[in-house]
Each structure stands twice: as structure tokens, then as C-alpha cells.
């Protein structure tokens, strides 16, 4: 923590009110919208003297609850975040548990430049993402998923950037001993009829579907698995159709966001078409068609409605919070 007493030129923080003041702040503001209305029939407005007066007395109040309220609404944004870096840990932990088997000893020159090339996609370095994507075949059976690969592998799926995450999907299928091609995504399809590796494979295919890989035989593999009776398939399922990233799926994951009963399976079918899948700028404002009108469905729960407003506000960049009229002419002047 950093130095906490004053040191010259700085300012002294002003004194928090307590309970009682904020208390009585409000009452004022209360009474203050209730001032009886002058004989025109229109509201009073307060002089200019008793307006600076009142805002004057009660400043280091409203300065509070004003800061307060702001603190309310980032720690909120915060746990949002958190929560989907949390739910993707777990994915990769999974992933990493359950891979395949068979794998050959590791050669510590090409873990290094796994690990330094995943790095430098991570970090934005110029030509890292295609330095990968053309080593990234040598490593397969030769290297190996490591608490550090997993940090970097999660963060670049998160990247901005299309073509970082595209590669980050291609050097966790090669550190996980997939080779991109049909023989790799014939040894996936096996690995699903294993309950232990299913939840790992259904997210690979959709990895191995990604990079061009049959991914119309990757998408009904996982679809098959959209009814399980275990939700926590379900959701990789939903994952696994949101990193395939083609167009058919949106309308599945927005089907499974209106209607899968598990609110985990309905949070990450959402998030899929908003941000977190792989899916272009085009494709997201297609699922935003949908999105539009979903903002005050009443047929969705509350917690579904403040998904939809938030799934917008990744695609959008905006915050209209649940004014769905402001939704849809955004979405109106920016097709």
C-alpha cells in the first residue's frame, strides 16, 4: 500500500458524513420535491439563494452517496467480469485434466517456444499470432498443457482481436496432442463417448471446427449433446458451438439462451454471441437483431433481461441499460 500521510500540495479528503446526515439529506431532497405548487399550476422553482444554499449545506452528502453509488455500479461490473474469467478457468482446467493420453515426452525447446509464442500473442507482439500458427504443428505430442500455458491460453481468448484468438485456439489443440486434421477430429468424436473427457472434447471440436476442420460435422456432434441430462455438459456444449463460431449456431445458442432450464447454460449461450465466442462484428449484430426485442420480453426471467442488456452493451459498446426503444435505434442506424 502506498504512503498514507499528507505531503505538501496535497488536499485533505473531505470528512465522511455519518448515517444521520445522509439521513437527513434525503428527507430534505423528499420534502423538497413535494414543495406545493404555485396558483398557475406549475411547480415552484426555489429562489437562487436557497437553491446554492441547500446544495452548499448538504455538498459532502451528496458527494458520498454520489461516490457510493458509483462504487456500487464498478464492483458489480467487476464480479461480471470475474465471473466469466472464472467460468473459462474452469473450462481450460477441465480441458486440461481430462486430454488425451498417449503423449510422448516433452521436448523443452519447443514447450519454450510454445509458451514465448503464446506469450507474445498475449502481449500483442507484430507477426506473433502467425509465428504460432506455423509452428504450432511441430509441437503436437511433444508438448503439454501447464498451469502457465492455461494463464496464457485464457487470456488470449479474451484478446480483441480475431486473428490472436484464432491462434490461441490452434496452440491449446497442439499442446493437448490434436493434429489439425481429420485424424484429430476422429480421435475428438471418440473421446465424447468418454463421460471423463467429454466435456473436453466437445470443447475442442469446436476449436478443431474453428480452424476449418469439418466443422459441419464438428456442429452436430455437439448439438447431439445440448440435451444432456448434465448441465455442466450442456454448457460446454454451448461453448463448443460458440468457439465453432459459423453461422448456424447463432440461432442455436440463442434458442438455448431462451430456453435450456439451467440460468449457467442460458449465461454462456448469451455470452457466445456477444463476446466471448468467435464469432465476426457481422455475426454479432445478427444475434443483436434478436437481442433488440428481447430487452423487455416478459416471457424471459429478470435475471435473462439483464443478460440480454448486457450482451448488448459488449456488442454495442453502449449503455442504454433497459430502455429498449434507445436499443433498437441504435441498432437501426448501425446496420
Known amino acids: 500500500m502506498g504512503d498514507l500521510t499528507l505531503k505538501p500540495g496535497s488536499e485533505v479528503a473531505a470528512p465522511k458524513p455519518s448515517e444521520a446526515e445522509v439521513g437527513q439529506a434525503l428527507v430534505e431532497i423528499e420534502q423538497a420535491s413535494k414543495a406545493a405548487p404555485i396558483q398557475n399550476g406549475g411547480a415552484a422553482p426555489p429562489s437562487a439563494s436557497l437553491q446554492q444554499s441547500w446544495f ?19 464492483i458489480s461490473w467487476l464480479a461480471h467480469r470475474v465471473a466469466k474469467q472464472l467460468q473459462i478457468s474452469n473450462a481450460l482446467q477441465v480441458n486440461r485434466t481430462s486430454r488425451a493420453s498417449g503423449r510422448s515426452s516433452t521436448d523443452p525447446a519447443l514447450q519454450a ?32 498443457r501447464t498451469p502457465k500455458t492455461d494463464q496464457l491460453i485464457g487470456a488470449g481468448i479474451n484478446l480483441k482481436d480475431m486473428h490472436a484468438r484464432e491462434a490461441t485456439l490452434q496452440a491449446q489443440l497442439a499442446l493437448d496432442g490434436v493434429p489439425l486434421d481429420q485424424g484429430g477430429f ?23 471446427g474453428n480452424r476449418g476442420v469439418d466443422p ?9 449433446y445440448l440435451g444432456d441430462p448434465d448441465a455442466n455438459v ?35 449461450a448469451i455470452c457466445g454471441v456477444a463476446e466471448s465466442g468467435m464469432y465476426t462484428r457481422a455475426q454479432r449484430m445478427v444475434a443483436a437483431a434478436s437481442l433488440v426485442g428481447w430487452v423487455d420480453d ?30 433498437r435505434s441504435w441498432y437501426d442506424s448501425s446496420r
Not at 452548499?56 to 464498478?74: G, I, Y
Not at 498475449?122 to 506455423?134: I, K, N
Not at 454448457?235 to 445458442?253: F, K, M
Open 56 to 74: 452548499s449545506r448538504n455538498l459532502p452528502v451528496l458527494s458520498f452517496v454520489l461516490v457510493a453509488l458509483t462504487m456500487v455500479a464498478t
Open 113 to 144: 517456444q510454445a509458451e514465448e509464442l503464446l506469450a507474445g500473442v498475449v502481449a500483442g507482439s507484430p507477426g506473433a499470432a502467425d509465428e504460432l500458427m506455423a509452428q504450432s504443428s511441430r509441437w503436437t505430442g511433444k508438448t503439454q
Open 186 to 208: 476422429e480421435m475428438l468424436e471418440g473421446q465424447t463417448a468418454d463421460r471423463q473427457r467429454r466435456q473436453w472434447a466437445l470443447w475442442s471440436l469446436g476449436e478443431i
Open 216 to 224: 459441419v460435422h464438428a456442429a452436430k456432434i455437439i448439438d447431439a
Open 234 to 268: 450442456r454448457t460446454v456444449a454451448v461453448q463448443g458451438l460458440a468457439l465453432l463460431g459459423t453461422d448456424e449456431t447463432i440461432p442455436t445458442l440463442e434458442d438455448r439462451f431462451r430456453n435450456d432450464p439451467s440460468p449457467a447454460v442460458q449465461e454462456q
Open 298 to 327: 416478459s416471457t424471459l426471467s429478470q435475471q435473462q433481461r439483464a443478460w440480454v442488456v448486457q450482451a448488448l452493451g459488449d456488442i454495442s459498446g453502449k449503455n442504454f441499460g433497459s430502455d429498449s426503444t434507445a436499443w
